[in-house]
């Protein structure tokens, strides 16, 4: 079977593009499908993540968008790009003629509708859709796609016009080392440095939390526009001594072990990938109730704490618990490895594509 996935552009490091990099390798690999990544927009960087045998990748070379502060300027360079994107796909499209396209993010959305071939025609949504840029033009995407489908049950209940909705997670691999020393008092979030992930209000809370816990530390790691004034607000909190910017790294999942809590601050998320990844290291969690997602991964006094969202007091609150009790950090890290491997693992996941796919063939 040809299988295409579209995304907008491969040069990116994000989650979607990893995801969709190994699902296109396994796909290839373990069920021999000729499987295509297209990638809208030009980028003269390198792609992202490594292709196995039997993915080809293939580029638009569509120019990013013009910067443009006048709104109707602003609109019809977007309307251009909209339109040489769909041009250069469908003539690539007929020359493909694949059985199945996967069109993941907002492009994909709006370039669905468009496409002009026998394909089935997927959405995949890896953006909570209330958060996505340029939502409000999805309608035409959910009413013709033969499916939609969204990592989280929160996310699938705002397409209400598709014909049929699906709610297939994103996997992880289990990590190779895990918390052995739920003793230590380290702390760790992780997510790009922006205002949707509430790092702000993380730092505030912890300024409560960690005054009189002393030794504790809290590392964050990811680059993003919100750096500085994440510096300035540690400077002024005088919190130099226990909040660290870490930056970027490529061994996360490696680092998690080093510590003994994850805390999600997030406003708003598709799937919290990094979630998974430090409940499948054995690192408790405490999280607010964002839309959407951490309800599907958190059980609030099993696997972490999980308080509603925008209750700071609540959540400085459910910090000092899990800071004050090893018992309960320990307990709850190993309940979270049990619930990524009955839940997200890469196996159960992937055969639920396997079928998903055998089932849109018929």
Known sequence: MKIVYLIEDFSVKGGAERIVAEKASLLAGRCGHDVTIVSIFRDDRPQSYPLGPGVSLERLDVPFPERSRGSVVKAATRLRTLALASARFNRLMRRCRPDIIFFTLGMGALLLPLCRCGAKRVYESHLARRFT????????????????????????????????????????????????DYSVRRAVAVGRLERAKGF????????????????????????????EALRRQIAQLGLEGSVRLCGRVDDIIERYARYSLFIVSSRFEGQNIALLEAQASGLPVVTFNYDYGASDIVTDGRNGSLVPQDDTAAFTVALKAMMDDADLRRRCGLNGKETIISKFSKEKIFQQWVSLIKELRS
Do not use: K
Request: hydrophobic share 40%.
């Open 200 to 227: 702000d209000r993380l730092i505030s809370c912890w300024r409560e939390a960690a005054a009189d816990r002393p030794g504790w530390t809290l590392d964050i790691y990811g680059e993003g526009t919100q750096r």
């Open 133 to 180: 840029p340029y939502h409000r033009l999805f309608t035409p995407a959910e009413m013709c796609a033969d499916l939609v489908v969204c990592l989280t049950r929160g996310d699938a209940a705002e397409y209400r016009h598709a014909r049929r909705t699906a709610v297939i997670p994103n996997f992880i691999d289990m990590p190779a080392v895990s918390v052995s």
